[in-house]
């Protein structure tokens, strides 16, 4: 029987958060790929890219991997109550329940990571407990069946840590040599740790009015999370 995998699209997400791990995911053996949305219209994303749902909220199979993506749009996501019904729904009976980037929002607002280790992007990681999460800093985290990835291009590393869990390690070698995935980026600036002073702060600068905006979103869903039952 096929594995039943589900990405879940809204509004303004980051579109590598998506298309990045769905560009490995939907290499896995035996697995039939849904691209869920509230409705089957295109879904805009934060780049100059529609995404074409395959399957509405409502008309989606039980999935055994639910993945969740990140960007601007979780904002509206984790305050819309059709998705996050579908997420929790989702999320309560599959084998993997998965995010990359701050998609790990829309699985703490759906209760799902109360109590289980998280990573998010860099920005927002100190976040991460008003969803009830505990904050690891890695580019994959895993607890239990809930597997978060970190910052957008972490969930190609997010990805093939799933493939190599459920289809080996010769599978995923193999789709990892097909798409010629060996990273050498021109600058060694791609984590907080690691990045020169004057950038890490110009980026500060540029994450705060937009964490000022999230935290304000956080404070309005904070009554129904119940985060410390």
Known sequence: ?????????FPNLTQLDFTGPLQVLSRLPRSTVHIAAKRRDPVPSDAALALMPTTTFRDCPPLDLLCIPGGFGVDQAIEDEETMAFVRRQGAQAKYVTS?????FVLGAA???RGKKATTHWAYHHLLPRVGALPERARVVRD???????????????????????????????????LEYDPHPP?????????????????????????AEFVAVLDRIAPRLRVTD
Do not use: W
């Open 1 to 9: 029987m096929d594995m039943q995998v589900g990405f879940v699209i």
């Open 100 to 104: 990359v980037c701050t998609g790990a």
């Open 111 to 113: 209760g799902l990571l």
């Open 144 to 178: 239990g069946n809930v597997v978060t990835g970190g910052g957008v291009t972490a969930g190609i590393d997010f990805a093939f840590t799933l493939m190599n869990e459920i289809a080996g390690p010769a599978h995923t070698q193999a789709v990892q040599l097909g």
């Open 187 to 211: 600058f060694r600036a791609g984590s907080p740790a690691v990045a020169p002073p004057e950038i890490k702060a110009a980026a500060d600068g540029r994450y705060a009015p937009r964490i």
